[in-house]
Each structure stands twice: as structure tokens, then as C-alpha cells.
């Protein structure tokens, strides 16, 4: 079956700088790529996903790049701010399929 | 929020009894999932409901078991529950499978 490996575990930054958080998956039939934000005490929500047809895609402040053929992806947080202080998770699937996380990285902006 | 509730939203039981956790939707969505949330492990599927009666098991699923007998309700059940269950467990829905999962607050079970 799938498995995702995500990395760094933790990430300190000072705010304004970048974040980047890197995600590698096992089965190259995957086809889907969510990241999800959590911050303490709440749910999980989805923040920015990318399909395989597609190599980067970005959302305001956040973009997340796919590398098919080394079968990783990444999320870059730019101009980060204390309110993206969170736990942030990788995931793979392959179209309808089970939805495979990875462990987690818990992000630290500190003004 | 409105469209998904998991209940109760704590419980602490003891090893060796029967518990079940209980996700309600009222979206109308063909898609359920239950993770469990472990530090160092992240979100791990449990089981998943592809529609109603349709359950397949996800990478965690020895000691759980679910059911779901309509489409609004999707229950986990634990036969005889083992500290090694203490968790929080996240409920999820999604109209298409594995895209944009809208996860329930989370129950945590404490399993003395």
C-alpha cells in the first residue's frame, strides 16, 4: 500500500521568512496530493491539493510543487506569519481511494 | 460546524470494554473515513465507508469494526478496547473519495 514520509518533524522561522516542507509518497500510481493545516486543539482542514497532471500550483501565499518522477512534493509557505503557527500534513491517494497521511510537521513562526 | 458531528467528544473507559464512537453527517456525502491521531503518527485511516453497507479497512484496522447501516451514520466500534486505543479519533467525509475530506472535531478515548 501507499506510504508518505513527510520531513522536517518541526520547523522554527522567524516571521516574514519562507517555510518549506517535504513530502515523498511509494506509489507512483498516486494521483492526488492534499496538504492539511491543524491548528492546537481543532480539525484537520485542507488547505491547497495538487493532481499529478499538474506541476505546481499556488494559492496567495502558499504553493505546493509535485516531482512525479522522484515521487515527491512539496508545501512552500512564503512571508509566513504567527497565524500559520500549525501542524501541517501531507497526503497521497490514488483517485478514489483511501487517503494516505503523512506523520506531520509542526510549524513554529515566532515574531 | 454544521454538516458532520462525532459524539461523545470524550470518553474514558476501561481495557477490556466494548466502546463505540459514533460520526454523524448531515451532508448527504457518499464518503466516510475514521482516522486515529497519534503524536509521531499523524492521521492513520482505520476504516473507510465507500457508501452505505461498503466498508473496507485502512492501515490500522486490527481490534476496530464498523458499520454503517445508512448514510447519514458511520460508527467505529472497539470489541474490547486495549490502552494501546487511546487516541483522538478524527471522523471525515467527502462527496468524491479521497478529495477535500472535511474532518468531525475529534473524540478523545482514554483507555485505562
Known amino acids: 500500500g501507499e506510504n508518505v514520509e513527510q520531513h522536517p518533524s518541526t520547523l522554527s522561522v522567524q516571521e516574514g521568512d519562507s517555510a518549506v516542507i517535504k513530502c515523498t509518497y511509494s506509489?507512483?500510481?498516486?494521483?492526488?496530493f492534499p496538504w492539511y493545516k491543524q491548528e492546537l486543539g481543532k480539525r484537520p482542514q485542507l488547505i491547497i491539493d495538487?493532481?499529478?497532471?499538474?506541476g505546481e500550483k499556488k494559492d496567495q501565499r502558499i504553493a505546493v510543487t509535485l516531482n512525479k518522477t522522484a515521487k515527491h512534493f512539496s508545501l512552500h509557505i512564503t512571508e509566513t506569519q504567527p497565524e500559520d503557527s500549525a501542524v501541517y500534513f501531507c497526503?497521497?491517494?490514488?483517485?478514489?481511494?483511501?487517503?494516505?497521511f503523512g506523520t506531520g510537521t509542526r510549524l513554529q513562526v515566532f515574531p | 460546524d454544521a454538516g458532520i458531528t462525532q459524539s461523545p467528544r470524550h470518553k474514558v473507559t476501561e481495557t477490556g470494554t466494548p466502546v463505540t464512537l459514533r460520526c454523524h453527517q448531515t451532508?448527504?456525502?457518499?464518503?466516510m473515513y475514521w482516522y486515529r491521531q497519534d503524536p509521531g503518527h499523524g492521521l492513520r485511516l482505520i476504516h473507510y465507508?465507500?457508501?452505505?453497507?461498503?466498508?473496507d479497512k485502512g492501515e490500522v484496522s486490527d481490534g476496530y469494526s464498523v458499520s454503517r447501516s445508512k448514510t447519514e451514520d458511520f460508527l467505529l466500534t472497539l470489541e474490547s478496547a486495549t490502552s494501546s486505543q487511546t487516541s483522538v479519533y478524527f471522523c471525515?467525509?467527502?462527496?468524491?473519495?479521497?478529495?477535500?475530506?472535511?474532518f468531525g472535531s475529534g473524540t478523545q478515548l482514554s483507555v485505562l
Open positions: 471525515a467525509i467527502s462527496r468524491t473519495g479521497s478529495e477535500k475530506l472535511f
Open positions: 506509489d507512483s500510481a498516486s494521483n492526488y
Open positions: 495538487i493532481r499529478s497532471n499538474v
Open positions: 497526503a497521497a491517494s490514488k483517485d478514489t481511494d483511501k487517503l494516505i
Open positions: 451532508e448527504n456525502h457518499r464518503y
Open positions: 465507508s465507500y457508501g452505505v453497507k461498503d466498508t
